[in-house]
């Protein structure tokens, strides 16, 4: 038994890494769907048949929970799943399985607030005098779907939320791109948040796991001192809270490590290898 933890492609490997430096002694199995990667350009109902595809085959390979570490996966076809699949995946297999996003756990951090708290907001009173802008920086699916927009207004009407979609950029992380060439698309697509809403926003969502390899790119083409919410540790949390509350899952005392693909298996990109600290070698799904 297992964690297991998908996305598209390598991306989520950030998410990945903060997990098993929180929970050392359990069995983790990563797949990257690499042989689709990346999912930010395609339609809603592809996403949540290739989601469904890479839970399947993460439940075969013994995972108990699985963790979306893809913010497309997690806005397109999350619900969908929780809702009309995760139900019958867990009848047929005949154990405790289910699947979990990282927006929940991002929006959370971005707000300072429970996600229960959008059932529990007031009516506005008092006329708010300060907005701050939260900037989401995210693939164009994601964008699209304005998860981040519709649920942080739920919880914070002193926050505005602009997304600002990247499209292209994860496929060239996925590719290994050289940090010249990374450096030039992240500063255009800040630049192109601040023309759009006049000024830079006073916090930022990388809201697509892969923008974590490149999180140094970012924090340099924001002003000094912008914070940046950082999806892997805000995951962890929520996920060591969630395992305090829900203890009948099973998942592997040996510490495991195994990585999955789809596409072609072998060693990944020297950018991997550069975030990963070490070689990182896949093999096929």
């Known amino acids: 038994m297992a964690i297991g933890v998908f996305d598209s492609g390598v991306g989520g490997l950030t998410v990945h890494r903060e997990l098993t430096r929180r929970f050392p002694k ?25 989601t469904r595809a890479g839970c399947e085959r993460l439940f075969e390979a013994g995972a108990s929970v699985i963790v979306l570490a893809c913010n497309t996966a997690s806005a397109i076809a ?23 996003g990282i927006i929940v756990p991002t929006i959370e951090a971005a707000t300072g607030l429970p996600w ?24 164009a699916a994601t964008a699209h779907s304005r998860v981040y927009e519709i649920e942080i ?12 979609p990247c499209p292209g950029l994860a496929g060239l992380i996925e590719l290994g791109a050289p940090a010249e060439e990374l450096k030039v698309v992240v500063e255009d697509h800040v630049d192109a948040l601040r023309r759009r809403i006049g000024r830079h926003p006073d916090q930022a969502i990388l809201g697509c796991t892969h923008y974590e390899m ?41 510490g495991r490590r195994d990585f999955l693909t789809s596409g072609k298996a072998g060693p990944q990109s020297d950018l991997v290898s550069q975030f990963w600290g070490a070689p990182l070698t896949f093999t096929s799904a």
């Open 153 to 164: 207004d739920k919880r914070r009407e002193d926050l505005a939320v602009f997304s600002e």
């Open 78 to 100: 999350l619900r969908r799943l929780q809702q009309t699949w995760v139900p019958e995946a867990r009848a047929r297999h005949g154990r405790a399985i289910n699947v979990l």
């Open 26 to 50: 359990r069995n983790f199995v990563y797949l990257a769907d690499q042989a689709n990667a990346p999912y930010g350009g395609r339609g809603g109902e592809e996403i949540v048949d290739l």
């Open 116 to 139: 229960t708290h959008a059932a529990e907001r007031a009516p506005l009173g008092d006329k708010i005098e300060a907005i701050d802008i939260t900037g989401v920086f995210c693939t």
């Open 214 to 254: 490149v999180a140094d790119l970012f924090a340099a083409a924001l002003p000094p001192g912008t914070p940046v919410i950082h999806q892997p540790t805000a995951v962890a949390d929520s996920l060591e809270r969630y395992f305090r509350r829900h203890p009948e899952y099973v998942l592997g005392t040996t």
